[in-house]
Every structure is written in structure tokens, then in C-alpha cells.
């Protein structure tokens, strides 16, 4: 023994590789002394801490040292912690680590079966590269939601970044926000990327495909940190082709490409990653692995080896926990109606309008230029107002002429010399300006303070818009979002303004035979049952107001509820409305509400106008017939007779029943079976021109091509199911035993109770409220963790919680639940020992964390405990509480040794069974976080 090692002992009741605390850091726990040293005169201890957030390497004087002993010794001891807190503390560590499936998720969303499972396995997985390949109305976007949450949690995922097509952006921030209270910020909308710094500061992220493949985008974005998780939306698009020896490699392709280096976990959603070509497919492949397989041949030969970073389940196999099927059946019905002479005579009208605007738009020209492309635009957008409603078309015209005038306006002032004769016509098109603001708005004579506002925007907009370019694709834009951007589209139309003149004063006013032959059915529907509750679709939110206008002056305004987009709380008040019983009739929703949320209360679903693409009706439809939908639903699609859209309409049913029949996917009626109609319109996806379709079909009159191309299109999207369907027949589908396994560790219920224990254990209160609890948190918790003094009308019932406004959901997520989870698994908090004389068994709770490849880190709870009697060794699914027992103080007469000894042997073989691998092993920090007899 050296001099100054006696000297120090002599001095120090501490040494090497001993157990201590520092008195005055309780939130460090206990560690191991590395080292010690004499530096300056003082000795000085290196001691590493294990934290549940890795280990923490401090240098610290050793007179602030104490000696403490392991949870072994504590428990050999009978040195226990308070009974109440030992459960609290590992509960804590429980709820994190047992939520793989996201059940304890803050989360407004009923959650299914094959949800928590697939959640559950993407989790679990090492290297997290997934194909979520789900059928269209599963729920890949509650998947996503839910494993990121649980990502989140368990401290894996800080950096995300969400890649869609533009169209879907801000119902991506919707959807992670109200049901998962996950706050993203949109590129473009919320920030913008003036270089590779301002990545360092946004970690959560959505941003279009279209805005992020720019190439000064890209390099901004490879030049920023890494992410820990990228997302892309619509994967499909991620195209790479080959004809002969060319090449055709996208540039979202590339973006993919680059993108799948700079991130740990790569996730691709997409119903339909099969378009058909085997190339097309292997490529997309490769982006998540590009070691499985050398060649699109050896991908179809070996098509087990899929299943590693792909999973795909139809509506055909999910069920719900009881193995009943979730989807019932559906019946379509199509609703035709004559034109009045009126409505045939504008309708007329108008048609001749636009294809003299289509043709100088050179529809059939192979190349057009930016003037034809705007033409284009501009008819394609009336041509879908003016099967939806005489108001809608009627104020899309308005708007258009709006903008005419103020462009001449502004041609007008920009003139170096005004005569008289300038300044008069700059009068009367102000005049007119204001007249139109003041229809479009609904506004009476007294309110002109509003229509100038209205007019000054416009003004400003259109300024705005002279000055910047603006990008869109074939999926950007919802229908009114594509009204708005076809009235401001700078379209040289000869005479433009005089044509937009004749066309509204010839737009019929009043209710039209659409809404007639509405009101028809919703009489005779309402014969059988007088409460019977109505959803009705349509695109844009000037046809809804006139439906709440015209319906609440037969019914009463009191059962009209409306979702128009705008904030939250709208959306979630008038879906309350609906689900309250004697509340809303009737809930009319614009494309908003065909997301993100639940109205199977209502079984009857009319459809007032249809989008061009049919995939936007499925997913209309698809909030209605879902999980816990308990009726047939009825589908009502309203179409004028002897349009182009009914045309269309009856020529894509009328294939669809022609191919059903050919391969006997038709019912007893000879109808498409729905899992079939839908799973071709899933395939068919965004994927055709359906504005070429409409557009043509308007022009041409006779329909052939519109004919051939369905045709061809179909053929197409059959080809790509069956090719899918050979391709993923050896995956492992949906499998209720497989849930069953992992279901019911904990439910929201008892994490509820815990943290009503644990608010109170921390001195905050904790209020009964009907159905819901008022929450008040104690002060410093109040401070540490930035929570609000007061939680009211919390709930820990996702069935209530989903179901009403005003509320919030408890669990994983939750501001205040996290706070809770992270106080009490702090070390300061004492709950790591606990048990009796009497001892039957030892109970061992061990946190193990890696870190894998790329520093990133990861865990595991394993509960192992030590059968004294058997002498054998067994792991734990769930915590159980130990029963309270009366401690005497004196330690436990046993072998303590030969246990501990078992337990950690066992655990070396758990976390072989984990981590196969040696080096995956290599490092691994492992925690004793509980200890406890029984």
C-alpha cells in the first residue's frame, strides 16, 4: 500500500469501487468510485453515476462523499423505503417501458388491435426501416402518431422530420396535435430555412416533398444534425424506373436517398408501394435496406426475407379485441336528378365557356406553355364549383371577376399619364369592386367597412402574389384552397372580365334540384326513424353554408352542425354536437372533417358533391364506417344527369363491376364486394390525371378516350394488386394471439389512479369532477417542469375523452403526466427497496440502455425474480405490488449471495435473447432501479 493511499485511508472511510451518494446531489442517486487522487492538497474522487439517462461521470471532493450501500445490501439490510413509494417509483419505470404499443399514449383515438401490435413490433425493432404498407383507412397515421409518442418517452426521438405531399401538411400538424398533443411546425408556414443553422433549432418538423427537394433545401438539410426519425408520407412517389437501359430516378427519389444517411429510423407509408413495376418496387426497397436483395429478380425469389422491413395488413384480417370484424358492410347508392331549364341553360353556358378556355389552354398539345398551364387552371377550377352548388359557382365567378378588376386596377394607377377618361373607369371598377365584396360576404348596405377590408386584401394578395412563385402538384391542394388559388391564377383570357360578367348573371339563384332531391331522401329516410342522424360532404364551404342556411330553415338550426376547418375547438364542438344524444341531426363537413375524426354514431352518408379523385369520397365515407360502427352504412352520391361527371361517375362503376366480375369479387346483387372496390380506388391512388379525364371529357363530347383511359387505368391498378399480393403473400399478417400477448399490461385506468397517488404524495391536490378529475400540481413541480397550477376536466377514458370537447386525455404525453413519470424516477425520489422478513421471493427490476451504432440511445425493463423454494429463476410480465407487511428493522437471514448470483446470469441471458449480437452488446449500461422480497 503506498504512502498517500494509507495516509488517505487513514483520513476517508471511502475507497475504490465503493458505493456512494453525495449528501448534497440527491438527483445523482448512487454511484462507483473509479478513482481517487490527490490534486492541490485535496483528494478528489471520480465517480460514475448511472442515471436513467445514462451514465454521468462527476469529480468530486471526497469529503462530500457517503458511503452507501447497493439495493442488495439495503435489502439485505432491511433498510426499505416507504411501501407507497416503492410502487410509485417502479410503476414509473413500468409505464414508460411497457408501452410499446402506445395504450398509455395521450391519445383522442379509439385504438385498434393491429395498431398496438404493429406499434408494438416497429418499437421493439433494432433497426427501425419499415414499409408500413397497410391497406387505405387502417390508420397509418395514428400508427406513425402513436410509435413517435412512444419514441419520445422513452428519450429515442427528438429529432423528427415528416416528409408529404403538400395537400397533406397541415392534416399531418392536425392530426398530431389533437390526438397526440405532438406540436410540429410546417416549413414554409411556421419558419423558413435561411441556412443549415436554422435545422438546429426546429426538431420537430413536416414539410411538403415538393419544398424539400430543392436542391439549395437539400443541402441546407444534409448540413444540419442528424434526425432521429424521418417519416415519408405517400412513399410510392419516391419513384426510381427503368425502360431498357435508361434510367429515370425522381427527384423525391433522390431526396430519399440522401435523407435515408442522415437519420437512425426511416419509416415509408404507403397503401399501394406497388404500382405495377418490379423495378419501380425493388428501388424503393433498397432505400430502406439495400443489402436484402442485389436484384429486383432476387427479391421475387426470395420474398420471405420481405418481411424484415415491410408489413402490410387489409381491412379483410383486422378485427377488433374480441376478433370480430371492424369493418361492416356498406351499401352505395347513386342519387341522379334532371337539371331545371334554368340550372341546364347556365350549365350549358358555362361548358362552352370553358372549353374555349380549355382549348386555348391547349389541351391537346403535348407541350404547353406557363400562360396555357394557368388557362388550364382557372376552367379546371370552375368546372368542379359547378357541380357542386348555384352559390358556390356563384361566388367563384364573383371572386374572379374580383381579381380581374382589381388587376386592371392596378394597370390602371401604373399608367405615367391619367386623363379623365383613366380616372373614370378607375371609379366605376372601385364601385363594382365593392358591390361584388359585398355579395361574395353577405353583407347588408350598412356594413361597407367590411367590404372595403375584403377589397384591400384581395388588392394585397394580389400583390403579394405578382411578386413570389409559387409551387403546387397534382395532390397540393384541397377544393377550396384550389377555388381560391384558381380566382387569383394569372390566365390571359381574351375578354375575360366580360365573359365572367354574362356567366353570373346567368347562375340560377334559390334552391336547385341537387337540393331538392336531398331533402327528398332525408324525408323518406326519416319515415323509418324520426332522430335519425345525417352526415353530408361536400368540397366547398360556400355550398356549406348554403346546406346549413336551407336545412336549418326546415329543421332548425339547433340540429345543424357545421365543420368547416378553422381552429380545433370548432371541429371538436360540432363533432360533440353530433355524438350528443338529441343534439345535432345533421353534421356537414367540408374536406376537413374527412380526417382525423369518429361519426360512426351516424350511418347515413350523402355525398352532395364528389371529388374527381374517388379515393377523397373513400375517405370521406371511411369516418363513418369504421371501428364500433354498429349499422349497415348507407352511401347517397348526388349526381346531375347527362354531366360530364355523371358520365364519368357511371363509367368508373361500370368497369369496376366488369373486372369484379371477371376475377368473383362481386356480392349476391353483382355489385363490387367494397374490400375490393376500395382496395382498387387505393391502388388507382392519386396516380391518374382525373383533371386530364374531366377535362378531355367536357372537350371531346364522345367519351372514347376518357373510356380507353379508365380502361387502361384500372388494368393498371389491378395489375399492381395482384403483383403486391404474390409479393407479400408470405408476410406475417394480423395475428389476434400475437395481441393478445402483449395486451392489457396497464391500462390508461390505473395509470389515472397512479397519478392521482402521486400528485397527492407530492403535495399537490387532486379533485373529483363528475366523469373528470381537476389536477393541481404541487409548486416545485409547478417550476421544474413549466406546468400549469391547474388541469381541469382530465380524464383517463379514451372512449369518454374521444368523444367530448373541453376535455383533455391523461397519459403518456401529457405535460403532466411526463412530469410525474420523470420526477419520481429521479433518484432523490426514495422508492428502490422494499420488502419482509418472510421471504418467498426476490423481485429484481433492471434498466438496461445501449447505445447503438450512431450514439443513439435505447431500453429495456426487465422484471426477473428469485423463487427461494423452486431455487429457479423467472421473468415478470407485470408489476405486482408487494402487500404491505410490518418491517422489524433486522436484516434478512438468507443467501443473499446465491440469489443475486441467479438473477444476474438470467438477466446476461435476457439481454442475449434481446441482442444477439455481441457488439449490439458492447457497453450496454445496466441499472438496478427496484429491489424488493415477498
Known amino acids: 500500500m ?37 490534486i492541490a492538497g485535496i483528494y478528489q474522487a471520480d465517480v460514475v453515476f448511472d442515471t436513467t439517462e445514462g451514465r454521468k461521470l462527476e469529480t468530486i471532493p471526497v469529503e462530500f462523499l457517503a458511503k452507501t450501500g447497493d439495493l442488495w445490501d439495503r435489502l439485505r439490510n432491511a433498510d426499505f423505503d416507504d411501501p407507497d413509494d416503492y410502487t410509485l417509483k417502479q410503476m414509473a419505470f413500468e409505464f414508460i417501458h411497457s408501452n410499446n404499443g402506445g395504450e398509455l399514449t395521450a391519445s383522442r383515438v379509439n385504438l385498434l388491435p393491429h395498431q398496438i401490435l404493429l406499434v408494438h413490433d416497429l418499437v421493439d425493432m433494432a433497426d427501425r426501416h419499415l414499409l408500413i404498407a397497410d391497406e387505405v383507412g387502417l390508420g397509418k397515421t395514428i400508427e406513425v402518431g402513436m410509435a413517435l409518442r412512444e419514441l419520445i418517452a422513452r428519450g429515442e426521438a427528438e429529432r423528427i422530420l415528416i416528409i408529404t405531399p403538400a395537400g397533406l401538411i397541415k392534416n399531418w400538424q392536425q392530426e398530431l396535435e389533437s390526438n397526440f398533443r ?66 429515370t430516378v425522381t427527384q423525391n427519389y433522390k431526396l430519399a436517398e440522401m435523407l435515408k444517411e442522415h437519420t437512425r429510423d426511416l419509416l415509408f407509408l404507403s397503401a399501394t408501394p406497388h404500382q405495377g413495376d418490379a423495378y419501380q418496387f425493388w428501388s424503393l426497397i433498397q432505400l430502406l435496406n439495400d443489402q436484402l436483395f442485389a436484384t429486383p429478380e432476387a427479391l421475387r425469389n426470395h420474398r420471405g426475407l420481405l418481411g424484415r422491413i415491410m408489413t402490410r395488413r387489409t381491412k379483410r384480417e383486422v378485427t377488433d379485441v374480441n376478433g370480430n370484424p371492424i369493418f361492416r358492410r356498406r351499401q352505395v347508392h347513386t342519387e341522379l336528378f334532371g337539371l331545371a331549364p334554368r340550372e341546364r341553360y347556365f350549365y350549358d353556358k358555362l361548358s362552352d365557356y370553358l372549353r374555349e378556355g380549355y382549348n386555348a389552354a391547349g389541351i391537346n398539345q403535348k407541350r404547353t406553355s406557363r400562360e396555357q398551364r394557368a388557362i388550364g387552371f382557372v376552367m379546371a377550377t370552375f368546372q368542379k364549383i359547378m357541380s357542386s ?23 390602371l394607377e401604373a399608367k405615367r399619364r391619367k386623363g379623365v377618361q383613366v380616372a373614370e373607369e378607375i371609379m366605376q371598377i372601385q364601385d363594382e369592386m365593392f358591390d361584388l365584396a359585398t355579395q361574395i360576404l353577405g353583407l347588408g348596405v350598412h356594413e361597407k367597412s367590411e367590404a372595403e377590408a375584403y377589397v384591400l386584401r384581395i388588392r394585397h394578395r ?47 339563384t334559390g334552391t336547385d334540384r341537387r337540393f331538392d332531391t336531398l331533402v327528398r331522401a332525408i324525408s323518406e329516410l326519416s319515415r323509418a326513424d324520426s332522430k335519425e342522424r345525417f352526415i353530408i360532404f361536400t368540397q366547398y364551404r360556400d355550398t356549406l353554408a348554403f346546406l346549413r342556411d336551407e336545412l336549418a330553415s326546415i329543421f332548425g338550426r339547433e340540429h345543424i352542425a357545421t365543420i368547416k376547418g378553422g381552429p380545433l375547438e370548432d371541429k371538436i364542438a360540432a363533432v360533440e354536437a353530433f355524438w350528443t344524444q338529441d343534439g345535432a341531426r345533421f353534421l356537414i363537413s367540408t374536406s376537413a372533417g374527412g380526417e382525423g375524426i369518429n361519426l360512426q ?7 352532395y358533391d364528389l371529388p374527381w379523385n374517388p379515393m377523397a369520397v373513400e375517405q370521406r365515407v371511411g369516418r363513418v364506417h369504421r371501428y364500433g360502427q354498429q349499422e349497415t352504412v348507407q352511401v347517397y352520391s348526388l349526381i346531375a344527369e347527362d354531366t360530364v361527371e355523371e358520365r364519368i ?5 361500370s368497369k369496376l363491376q366488369e373486372i369484379a366480375r371477371t376475377i368473383g369479387k362481386v356480392d349476391e346483387e353483382g355489385r363490387p364486394v367494397e374490400d375490393f372496390r376500395s382496395e382498387i380506388l387505393g391502388f388507382l391512388g392519386s396516380g391518374p390525371d382525373y383533371q386530364k379525364l374531366y377535362k378531355r371529357a367536357l372537350v371531346d363530347r364522345n367519351y372514347k378516350w376518357t373510356e380507353v383511359e379508365m380502361q387502361r387505368m384500372l388494368e393498371d391498378a389491378v395489375r399492381a394488386r395482384e403483383a403486391l399480393a404474390a409479393l407479400t403473400q408470405d408476410l406475417s399478417g394480423f395475428n389476434l394471439e400475437h395481441f393478445r400477448r402483449i395486451e392489457g ?30 389536477i393541481l400540481p404541487p409548486d416545485s413541480l409547478q417550476r421544474n417542469y413549466h406546468l400549469m397550477p391547474r388541469y381541469e376536466r382530465i380524464s383517463f377514458d379514451r372512449d369518454l375523452a374521444t368523444r367530448t370537447g373541453n376535455c383533455e386525455i391523461g397519459g403518456i404525453g401529457h405535460p403532466l403526466v411526463d412530469a410525474l413519470i420523470k420526477q419520481v424516477r ?28 450512431k450514439e443513439y440511445l435505447k431500453g429495456r425493463l426487465f422484471s426477473l425474480y428469485y423463487d427461494l423454494q423452486k431455487r429457479g429463476v423467472h421473468s415478470r410480465h407485470r408489476f405486482d405490488p408487494p402487500m404491505k407487511q410490518d418491517a422489524d428493522g433486522h436484516p434478512i437471514d438468507l443467501d443473499f449471495d446465491k440469489a443475486k448470483e441467479s438473477i444476474e446470469a438470467d438477466l446476461q441471458q435476457e439481454i442475449i435473447t434481446w441482442l444477439p449480437e455481441r457488439q449490439a452488446r458492447a457497453g450496454l449500461q445496466i441499472s438496478l432501479v427496484g429491489l424488493h422480497s415477498e
Open 826 to 853: 429521479k433518484p432523490e425520489f426514495q422508492g428502490s427497496v422494499y420488502g419482509d422478513k418472510n421471504v418467498k421471493k426476490i423481485c429484481a427490476h433492471y434498466l438496461v440502455q445501449r447505445r447503438d451504432e
Open 462 to 508: 394580389l400583390l403579394k402574389k405578382i411578386q413570389e412563385t409559387y409551387e403546387t402538384t397534382d395532390w397540393s391542394l384541397e377544393a377550396d384552397e384550389e377555388a381560391e388559388e384558381g380566382a387569383f391564377a394569372e390566365a390571359d383570357i381574351p375578354n375575360e372580365i366580360d365573359k365572367v360578367r354574362e356567366l353570373i348573371g346567368l347562375v340560377p
Open 182 to 247: 405532438l406540436y410540429f411546425e410546417i416549413l414554409g408556414l411556421d419558419f423558413s430555412d435561411v441556412g443549415s443553422a436554422t435545422w438546429e433549432n426546429h426538431h420537430r418538423v413536416i414539410a411538403s416533398i415538393d419544398t424539400l427537394k430543392m436542391p439549395r433545401r437539400v443541402q441546407r438539410l444534409l448540413g444540419a444534425p442528424p434526425w432521429d426519425v424521418v417519416v415519408f408520407d405517400e412513399a410510392h412517389h419516391l419513384s426510381r424506373k427503368k425502360t431498357g437501359k435508361k434510367k
Open 2 to 38: 503506498t504512502e498517500q493511499a494509507t495516509a488517505y485511508q487513514a483520513k476517508f472511510d471511502v475507497t475504490i469501487n465503493d458505493r456512494v451518494r453525495i449528501p448534497s446531489r440527491p438527483d445523482l442517486g448512487a454511484g462507483e468510485v473509479l478513482r481517487i487522487a490527490e
Open 601 to 607: 354514431i351516424g350511418s347515413i352518408v350523402f355525398n
Open 745 to 774: 399490461r396497464y391500462t390508461l385506468y390505473e395509470m389515472g389512479e397512479w397519478v392521482r397517488r402521486v400528485v397527492l404524495r407530492l403535495g399537490g391536490a387532486a379533485i373529483p369532477d363528475g366523469d373528470f378529475w381537476t
Open 649 to 653: 361517375y357511371m363509367l368508373l362503376e
Open 389 to 411: 352548388s348555384p352559390r358556390a359557382i356563384h361566388n367563384a365567378l364573383r371572386r374572379r371577376l374580383l381579381v380581374l378588376l382589381t388587376r386592371r386596377q392596378l394597370e
